[in-house]
């Protein structure tokens, strides 16, 4: 076995490098792969084109005549870049995309043919896909169905269609139905509030800038874990003796190999339309962040899992592999998205961009006001929304928020609530930066400080949108931006209800308006924290307040099935309760296997590996110590050796046959809510720690010749 680790040493030390070829000006490509609006004009008759911009922008029907047009135009694009398949490409629960592909060439006519029914609709055979018994409940199939406000591209030689997955009797089985009909209920509420300010908003949309960290290994080192390969993380591994403690990766410079990988995908994303625009080394050794400009969320949400599987075939060209997981290696950061998110106006306004007109700024604290009472009313639904095995390693561990949901909005914005709330004044504040003025005669201009930043917290304000950091960094994004969309709408659907009754009270619009605000910074206030989100204190702190610390995943997923959720989900049309049942069933599913799959991994290296080699140098310093003894040399220290390595081989003996009992236990569970639950606290709970200290001491004890698994500071630092 530790021949196979050195093998794979030497593999990765000695790869030649790929070359890079910059294909020309970004300018040049950007896009060349998406069928979009400036192709369809080009190839569409004008009638036909108008019609798919008004799909496009108002969400109107498109009739089969369109979409023949469409479908044939979208064909011969594709051709002549060499496309011989289309498919739907869809996101079914799995957290991954789907897709099937069907050949263009139709063999009876002889010629290759994509009509407009096939664009519109279409029946993947989806019986693998979890649908939490919906399904198998009404007996229904499942279609996949365009989604036009995502453009189609062309990927491989495939022409993606980007689709939602429904059942026959409307229930969503992916990632996207409910986040789109999440949009639409923001975008009613939020055009609502914003025509007490403004009558000429008819349309609120919010945008999206993912940032993805990820890590990167060596292809033969990850091959040579079997816990990367079947768990996407390491279960075991002692931590390296430089970690991340210097912070001397973050922003450093990039090694060569990782460069001409980042290039290399960054090309790709680029032709296909995806506005990659930062790339950074991440704080732990070997991670690394890109960025794409902010988009509109749907296109955001397409193009974040679009990226990610472009990124994974891009590195098989490098022999890399990249790792999406929330916490690939104990004792360093987790991989985390950052999801930047505002809301932005038909015409043109961002309605978190404070600014210098009066009039804009109140609807800039409107909107500021809402989203933090959102969070504070339904902040277990928010944590539900980016609950998964995973993350649940990643929360509240190094460099990554708590599992404890709470807003950052800097010093500047605190002080103008915390006068807002006390006496609807505001104070003065000098300096050279933007001048903030309030909507109201009476409050004078504050000034506004867009570089306050906090770095640990898990839902930040950052000068002109929020930033929602405790998404996982596998996640499919669509999950969380459906929850935090929805809550806002809720919110803003009380808010416009309640100025309604300050007015018909005879309040003035404005003074309405900031009367409700008033109420609500008092009501919400619990949830702000500017303090360090990552320490010991703020725990205890926010347990004081009365604000929920949910570990775990399966407990957490509760917060979707409450009573108060199940409401706001029916009210704004996003899931009804069938599918909110379903989902959770999935999910809880989805954390049994994982936590299964991990449990698993952890008996097999124990067994087959750890031990034997354990064994195998017990044995030599056996051997020594004899050999030691019958020259009367003192040989203390060797027994103390043996002894340790006697007791951490017990450890392990009885903690995975024990491990495998109490998984026996749980699986003869048959609620998935009570099965998820006892893995997380019998088998996870128990035993993942018991068993990883004694191999991590054991991994510090035997010869390194030995080690049959790669270690950290072999994967970590590659250059
Ligand atoms: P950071 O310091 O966290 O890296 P940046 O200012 O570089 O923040 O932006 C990070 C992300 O936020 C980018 O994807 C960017 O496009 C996105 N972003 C910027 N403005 C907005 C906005 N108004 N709405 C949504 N995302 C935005
Ligand atoms: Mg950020």
Not at 243 to 263: A, T
Request: aromatic fraction near 8%.
């Amino acid at each position: 076995m530790a021949k196979l680790r050195f093998d794979a040493l030497n593999q990765a030390n000695n790869r030649p490098t790929v070359k890079v070829e910059l294909p020309g000006k970004i300018s040049e490509y950007f896009g060349q792969d998406v069928f979009d609006l400036k192709k369809m004009q080009a190839l569409l008759s004008p009638d036909i084109f108008k019609k798919v911009r008004q799909a496009i922008d108002e969400g109107l029907k498109i009739d089969m005549e369109t979409a023949d047009a469409i479908a044939s135009a979208a064909k011969s694009w594709a051709m002549s870049k060499g496309a011989t398949h289309f498919t739907h490409w869809f996101q079914p629960l799995t957290g991954t995309t789907a897709e099937k592909h069907d050949t263009f060439f139709d063999h009876i006519i002889g010629l290759e043919k994509f009509k407009g029914n096939e664009l519109v609709q279409q029946e993947p055979d989806a019986s693998s896909f979890p649908s939490g018994g919906i399904r198998s409940t009404f007996e229904a199939r499942g279609y996949t169905a365009w989604d036009p406000s995502s453009p189609i591209f062309v990927y491989g030689v495939t022409l993606c269609i980007p689709t939602v997955f429904v059942s026959y009797t409307g229930e969503a089985l992916d990632n996207k139905a409910p986040l789109l009909k999440a949009v639409e209920a923001v975008d009613r509420a939020a055009t609502k509030v914003c025509q007490l300010f403004d009558r000429k908003v008819t349309r609120v949309k919010p945008s999206l800038g993912c940032e993805q960290e990820y890590f990167v290994v060596d292809k033969s080192l990850y091959n040579s874990r079997p816990d990367l390969v079947m768990a996407g993380r390491t279960v075991f591994g002692h931590n390296p003796a430089r970690g991340q403690q210097l912070d001397d990766h973050y922003f450093g410079s990039i090694p060569p190999r990782i460069y001409d990988f980042m290039k290399d995908f960054e090309i790709e994303l680029l032709k296909l339309g995806i506005p990659v625009s930062t790339r950074h080394n991440e704080v732990a050794p070997s991670q690394f962040e890109v960025a794409p400009a902010f988009e509109e969320i749907n296109v955001a949400t397409d193009h974040n899992q679009l990226l990610m599987d472009v990124m994974n075939k891009v590195a098989e060209r490098h022999d890399l592999r990249v790792m999406f997981h929330e916490k690939p290696f104990a004792g360093l950061n987790g991989n985390g998205k950052h999801n930047n998110w505002s809301l932005m106006t038909n015409t043109g306004v961002n309605l978190f961009q404070p600014s210098s007109s009066a009039r804009d700024n109140l609807v800039f604290l409107t909107f500021l006001v809402n989203t933090i009472k959102a969070v504070y009313d339904h902040a277990d639904l928010l944590r539900a929304s980016i609950a998964s095995a995973g993350n649940d390693h990643r929360l509240g561990a190094n460099e990554a928020p708590p599992a404890i949901m709470s807003v950052f909005i800097g010093s500047q914005l605190t002080s103008v609530l915390d006068e807002l709330e006390k006496n609807g004044n505001i104070k003065v504040e000098k300096g050279d930066n933007m001048y903030m003025k309030l909507g109201i005669d009476k409050i004078p201009p504050i000034i506004i400080d867009n570089t306050d930043r906090n770095r640990t917290s898990p839902f930040a304000f950052t000068g002109n949108k929020f930033e929602f950091r405790a998404v996982g960094g596998s996640a499919n994004i669509a999950a969380p931006m459906t929850i935090l969309n929805l809550i806002v709408a809720e919110q803003l659907t009380q808010f416009y209800s309640e100025v309604q009754k300050e007015m018909n009270k005879g309040a003035e619009r404005k003074i309405g308006v900031v009367n409700v605000l008033r109420k609500y910074i008092k009501d919400s206030k619990k949830i702000r924290f500017e303090g360090d989100g990552y320490s010991e204190i703020w725990v205890k702190e926010a347990e004081k307040r009365g604000l929920s610390n949910i570990r775990d995943t399966p407990r957490a997923l509760d917060a979707y099935l409450s009573e108060k959720s199940r409401r706001i989900f029916k009210r704004h049309k996003v899931l009804n309760d069938v599918e909110l049942d379903a989902r959770n069933e999935i999910n809880w599913e989805a954390y049994i296997m994982k936590i299964q799959i991990e449990s698993r991994v952890m008996g097999d290296l124990v067994l087959n590996h750890i031990i034997p080699t354990a064994i195998a140098y017990q044995n030599r310093l056996i051997n020594n110590a004899n050999g030691l003894k019958s020259l009367n040399i003192n040989n203390d220290e060797i027994l103390v050796n043996i002894r340790k390595i006697t007791d951490y081989i017990e450890t392990l003996n009885k903690g995975i046959h024990d491990m495998t009992e109490e998984r026996k236990r749980a699986n003869k569970i048959e609620d998935n809510r009570e099965r998820a639950i006892a893995y997380c606290d019998d088998v996870k709970g128990k035993y993942f720690e018991k068993i990883r200290y004694a191999v991590d001491k054991l991994e510090l004890l035997v010869d390194d010749e030995d080690w049959p698994l790669v270690k950290y500071r072999e994967m970590l630092f590659l250059r």
